[in-house]
């Protein structure tokens, strides 16, 4: 359809004002865009110019929170508490001695701290940050924070620090955090970054060092702008880190504070193993220490205190003191002979005080001899002569192998420091190290554990384990990270002979439950719960032929260091084991007297999970352990208000 002539011009004058309109708006926008822009670009160009120069971004570590440590019931053994500290960046500081001294007419610091951290300043880098004062009172950060503005480059922040509620009862299992020093990080070919940062904790010894990646966690990062004099002026963005793993042990905090107390000022150590699983229930070394001495560095005189402490509390005799197992080492012996067919339970050997082999005399522990012994009557008894003659028919070779097979002579694997492989000789063994061969002579120490024979109390313990059960119980201590189950220790079967293994079951029953057995005053009396054991002492000293024809010196008459070791190990109920347990005191004397006792009480407290009734002792020792029982509670409870502790 054909328009006509008006029409059209009135379209095409409606058009050209549209058109003029938007040309014009757009315009002025141009016009305003270049106006803007020019006047940053030329008339603030300096202003900018000068932003640019003072504000920068950095980026800063957040340490992660540490890993926690629980018990098997979740007390907690060691956490992470609050811990206010002030803080310098060298680089936002200006002149160092002139910042800290103008902090030091803020709040009080040592010269000792403003020595530490100008010693960590030097060795960081200047952006990180080097902290002046820990564990400062909320006053002082309170002061520091409203003299912001003088400070440049110092500020008050809040952290996490180490902290063992435990105190001494479980220092010796999971160690203590430090500062990283710098020995610590010329082991490392990588190190993480934030181990860099001045005062980092990091794991020292123990379980914190043995399983420091897992505890430590990953480190987070913080994007901030800072201005020329250091101040943040906001934060950028940020990352979080990963907090550690939590670890739970198979350790019960309540048996091992009780053991502790138990073991008291002697210089001992005691082990008590879950024969179902290799659970440890408790492993304590005496005397012992706090860790949290150690956290954020311990004083000369701290420290002087503990290395000069003849009992040498800061080591772990659990698993690395070893020891001449003594008599303790006889089961292995008998297993040795009974599994190679050379000897039969009614078996027996003359017993005259000694034995003459290779030419000299190796005398029995009782001087006038047993006369005939069999299997159960020599452990029963701790008959020495038997042994050795029942060692030279065995050999050391099967001897050490049956060693091996118990569980000894071999470093168990768990995450402590210095664990201990012991030692069981044999022919090659003396070889290797002494360019020697082996003697008759020493096959017949071996044979009750002296000569070059050593243990650690873990793996008298473990002995103790697989002899209860004939299967190779292995020793756990960590129960579950992050709350997932680690392996069970339970072990495969041994391989003995059913009847062998009895027969040394039933002869240790005899030693703990025989009116003349040699650890009949320990023994426990409630019914389903009799231990089976064997008592042990081993000899520090050589006793030469004048002192044993004038008469052996007793111990007690002797100084302590040149005293016998006591050692003890068992398990129980017999007749269904749960628990085996061993002792060592060092510089005892006998073991009946000194590690026999101890390992009653603690194995009662594990096998009623507290504290036993008295009827579970002989009616002549119940007013004394009655005695003793509230002393030590007494005792613990003391140590608990003490250590500001309530979860012990």
Request: hydrophobic share 35%.
């Amino acid at each position: 359809m054909k328009r006509n002539p008006k029409e059209l011009d009135s379209t095409h004058r409606t058009l050209t004002r549209r058109t003029l309109l938007l040309g014009g708006l757009q315009l002025a926008f141009a016009g305003g865009l270049a106006a803007r822009m020019r006047y940053l670009q030329v008339d603030q160009a300096d202003e900018f110019r000068l932003l640019a120069e003072e504000n920068r971004i950095n980026f800063e570590l957040l340490p992660p929170a540490r890993g926690r440590i629980f018990d098997r019931n979740g007390i907690t053994i060691a956490q992470n508490s609050p811990s206010y500290r002030i803080v310098i960046v060298p680089e936002n500081a200006g002149n160092i001695e002139e910042a800290i001294a103008n902090l030091r007419e803020v709040i009080d610091i040592s010269d000792e701290d403003v020595e530490e951290a100008l010693k960590d300043i030097k060795n960081s880098k200047r952006f990180h940050r080097v902290t002046l004062s820990d564990q400062v009172a909320w006053e002082d950060v309170a002061r520091v924070a409203a003299n912001a503005p003088a400070l440049p480059g110092i500020a008050p922040e809040v952290g996490l620090t180490r902290d063992y509620p435990q105190h001494e009862d479980f220092a010796h299992v999971i160690g203590y955090v430090g500062p990283v020093s710098d020995y610590d990080l010329s082991k490392m070919d990588d190190p993480d970054p934030i181990l860099l940062t001045p005062r980092f904790q990091f794991g020292k010894v123990g379980l914190e060092s043995k399983r420091e990646e897992t505890l430590r966690g990953k480190a987070g990062t913080k994007q901030v702008e800072v201005n020329a004099f250091g101040r943040v002026m906001r934060e950028l963005g940020r990352q979080e880190g990963e907090a550690g793993a939590d670890l739970q042990l198979t350790v019960d905090a309540e048996l091992q504070s009780y053991v502790q107390a138990r073991l008291g000022e002697e210089s001992a150590a005691a082990v008590i193993i879950d024969v179902d699983n290799g659970d440890i229930r408790a492993i304590a070394s005496a005397p012992s220490f706090d860790p949290n001495l150690f956290v954020r560095g311990i004083s000369v005189g701290d420290y002087r205190d503990l290395t000069g402490n003849t009992y040498r509390p800061l080591s772990n005799k659990t698993v690395q003191g070893t020891y001449p197992p003594g008599s303790t080492f006889k089961m292995v012996t008998a297993l040795a002979g009974l599994e190679e067919g050379v000897v039969g339970f009614e078996d027996t050997a003359y017993c005259p005080g000694h034995l003459e082999v290779g030419g000299r005399r190796f005398h029995c522990w009782k001087r006038a001899g047993h006369g005939h012994m069999n299997l159960e009557d020599s452990l029963k008894h701790s008959c020495d002569v038997y042994y050795y003659d029942l060692a030279v028919k065995v050999g050391i070779d099967k001897i050490s192998e049956m060693a091996n097979r118990l569980g000894l002579g071999m470093r168990h694997d768990l995450p402590m420091s210095a664990v201990a492989s012991g030692l069981t000789p044999n022919r090659a063994w003396k070889e290797q190290r002494y360019g020697q061969d082996w003697l008759i002579g020493d096959t017949v120490n071996a044979s009750i554990g002296q000569g070059y024979m050593l243990a650690s109390p873990l793996q008298l313990a473990v002995m103790s384990a697989r002899l209860a059960t004939g299967r190779s119980v292995t020793p756990r201590l960590i129960k579950s990270i992050d709350g997932i189950e680690e392996p069970s220790g339970a072990g495969e079967d041994l391989g003995l002979k059913e009847t062998h293994l009895r027969a040394v079951q039933k002869a240790m029953y005899s030693v703990s439950n025989d009116r003349r057995g040699t650890a009949y005053r320990s023994r426990i009396i409630a019914d389903g719960m009799r231990m089976a054991g064997k008592t042990g002492t081993s000899q520090v000293r050589n006793i030469t032929a004048a002192e044993r024809a004038a008469g052996v010196i007793r111990n007690e008459d002797l100084p302590w260091e040149r005293r016998d070791h006591a050692l003890f190990v068992g398990f129980a109920p017999f007749d269904n084991p749960k628990y085996a347990v061993a002792v060592v005191v060092e510089h005892g004397g006998g073991g009946s007297k000194a590690a026999a006792p101890i390992a009653r009480d603690v194995m009662l407290q594990a096998l009623y999970d507290g504290a036993p009734p008295l009827s579970a002792y002989p009616k002549s020792q119940r007013s004394k352990i009655k005695e003793q029982q509230e002393r030590l509670e007494t005792e613990r409870l003391k140590r608990r208000d003490t250590d500001g502790n309530d979860q012990a």
